[in-house]
Nanobody
Framework: QVQLAESGGGLVQAGGSLRLSCAAS????????MAWYRQAPGKQRELVAI???????NYADSLKGRFTISRDNAKRQVYLQMNSLKPEDTAVYYC??????????????WGQGTQVTVSS
């Protein structure tokens, strides 16, 4: 199965930048779509950005121009570059991936999350 491990979160001042990483490990045939979600206190988990295996990307409308998702298939990692951070970006950021097993199963996996805190 697939394990996802996020890193790169932390405390940053408003206007600053952070780069999150998510490493996939385990046995699987391929990683398909990968995405970043976030969940702020008292709010539902929301999609931040998604990237396909071919590199096509989609973003939440409010984040376009500030966040960039990318992936390195050889390293089996996905990244989220976050610029011009705002206090409202404070949340736990989760990595999500769809993977195909050697048996052909197509399943979704989640990391444990990494905390991003943006202060004024």
């Amino acid at each position: 199965q697939v394990q996802l491990a996020e890193s790169g979160g932390g405390l940053v001042q408003a206007g600053g930048s952070l780069r999150l990483s998510c490493a996939a490990s385990g046995r699987f045939l391929s990683i398909n779509n990968m995405a970043w979600y976030r969940q702020a206190p008292g709010k539902q988990r929301e999609l931040v950005a998604i990237i396909t295996s071919g590199g096509s990307t989609n973003y939440a409308d409010s984040l376009k121009g500030r966040f960039t998702i990318s992936r390195d298939n050889a390293k089996r990692q996905v990244y989220l570059q976050m610029n011009s951070l705002k206090p409202e970006d404070t949340a736990v950021y989760y990595c999500n991936a769809y993977a195909t097993s050697y048996r052909g199963d197509y399943s979704s996996y989640w990391g444990q999350g990494t905390q991003v805190t943006v202060s004024s």
